[in-house]
T-cell receptor, first 111, second 114 residues
């Protein structure tokens, strides 16, 4: 799996949009970008994934640059419950490969 | 119903003991995994099972052995427990070809070896 680079921590005010960047400059053509988060002491939770196009679901939006070397996860209206470690992962999508987690970004939502 | 359930949630045991952690998924997924999260919070894959076959076996000690009695279960057996085995162990599952659902994780088992 390609390596990803994320800032170790970020702060965001409650109610504002949280924008979490991720660099994946060595991503391969068949690799997807996945985002997961881990709220304290819980199991990682799937948020969203994409290949080339921008994606949106009920939790977040994913913006992938045209060259696919970076992406941004957007939480449109952050709440205190969004405080967690956010992981950006690139993976070819084959189920048996598992996921390789980096250090992630610790997002802290401030009241 | 919980999609991926692990038992026990907490496990405290002495060095040298043998213990098991159970995992069950009711999602109909065909692949299950075990991950270890150490004190530094790094999540590392240990094993995956697909249709009862071991697909990935990362460089973990052979004291760790996954056992899958059926497609919905993947248990983790640990022999001769050591202090360094203390960690949180997460079970997960996925369905190959159904990327939209991603990987589903259990809530973890916190193992403490004393």
């Amino acid at each position: 799996d390609a390596k990803t680079t994320q800032p170790p921590s970020m702060d965001c005010a409650e109610g504002r949009a949280a924008n979490l960047p991720c660099n994946h400059s060595t991503i391969s053509g068949n690799e997807y970008v996945y985002w997961y988060r881990q709220i304290h002491s819980q199991g990682p939770q799937y948020i969203i994934h994409g290949l080339k196009n921008n994606e949106t679901n009920e939790m977040a939006s994913l913006i992938i640059t045209e060259d696919r070397k970076s992406s941004t996860l957007i939480l449109p209206h952050a709440t205190l419950r969004d405080t967690a470690v956010y992981y950006c992962i690139v993976n070819s999508g084959g189920g048996a490969d598992g996921l390789t987690f980096g250090k992630g970004t610790h997002l802290i939502i401030q009241p | 119903d919980t999609a991926v359930s692990q038992t026990p949630k907490y496990l405290v045991t002495q060095m040298g003991n043998d213990k098991s952690i159970k995992c069950e998924q009711n999602l109909g997924h065909d692949t299950m995994y075990w991950y270890k999260q150490d004190s530094k919070k790094f999540l590392k894959i240990m094993f995956s099972y697909n249709n009862k076959e071991l697909i990935i076996n990362e460089t973990v000690p052979n004291r760790f052995s996954p056992k899958s009695p059926d497609k919905a279960h993947l248990n983790l057996h640990i022999n001769s427990l050591e202090l360094g085995d203390s960690a949180v162990y997460f079970c997960a599952s996925s369905q190959e070809g159904q990327l939209v659902y991603g990987y589903t994780f259990g809530s973890g088992t916190r193992l403490t070896v004393v």
